[in-house]
């Protein structure tokens, strides 16, 4: 289980936030903090894996806060939630390492992307070794890795974020479709080649009236 912790003064965004988070059954969300002061007690009672901070707090400032995380050595996950689209303000939080950013307004499919990054990553660094294609997954810019005609990138991870965060279960596309809201021909595709690159395993089942059925699950690779 990853522990989150939320920075962000406006309780309603923070709500939202918390809900958007806790759908992912393996995140919880330890606290809703909107002071530096607040954050380090957090910090020093539990260790959290990933970090929800706005940049506007009022009295407190989202990128300083960032720095002193860093100069205390902490090196949790860090998204940033904001209405700021200034250039030089964003180098300058990914100098200190943020992660990912979500511009507001953004949607649970945008924060499902980050998310789903998130667990990449973490999946990566629990390797021992590491071959130059398991870093290309994570590390590669956007679009160097070519996809197959009519896979699109956040559809393709999307759909396997939900498997990953519920690799436990065995999903037919029907179940899958239900909770995506994705047309099973649509995901069938997807499944297909999610199965191509070994992400998938699939198990046939013959049913009550012997009609043969795909039913996926993710591996643990």
Not at 151 to 165: A, G, P, V, W, Y
């Amino acid at each position: 289980m990853y522990k989150v912790l939320i920075i962000e003064d406006d309780p309603m965004v923070a709500c939202i936030n918390k809900n958007f988070i806790e759908k992912h059954d393996n995140l919880k969300v330890i606290d809703i903090v909107k002071s530096e002061e607040k954050v380090f007690e957090v910090l020093e009672k539990h260790n959290i894996d990933l970090i929800l901070c706005d940049v506007y707090l009022g009295s407190s400032n989202g990128i300083e806060i960032l720095k002193n995380i860093r100069k205390k050595g902490i090196l949790s996950d860090i998204i940033f939630i904001t209405a700021l689209n200034e250039s030089s303000k964003i180098k300058e939080a990914m100098a200190y390492g943020v992660t990912d950013f979500l511009i507001k307004p953004y949607n649970q499919d945008r924060l499902d992307l980050a998310i789903s990054k998130f667990f990449k990553k973490n999946e990566l660094l629990l390797k021992n070794t590491m071959v130059q294609e398991e870093y290309d997954t994570y590390f590669t810019t956007e679009g160097s890795l070519e996809l197959p005609k009519g896979i699109n990138k956040n559809t393709l991870e999307k759909i396997e974020s939900f498997l990953s965060d519920n690799k436990k279960k065995w999903w037919n596309a029907n179940k899958i479709s239900e909770h995506l809201n994705i047309s099973t021909v649509t995901l069938n595709k997807y499944l297909k080649y999610l199965v191509s690159l070994n992400k998938l395993s699939v198990n046939v089942s013959h049913g009550e009236v012997g009609r043969p059925e795909n039913f996926y699950k993710y591996l643990n690779i």
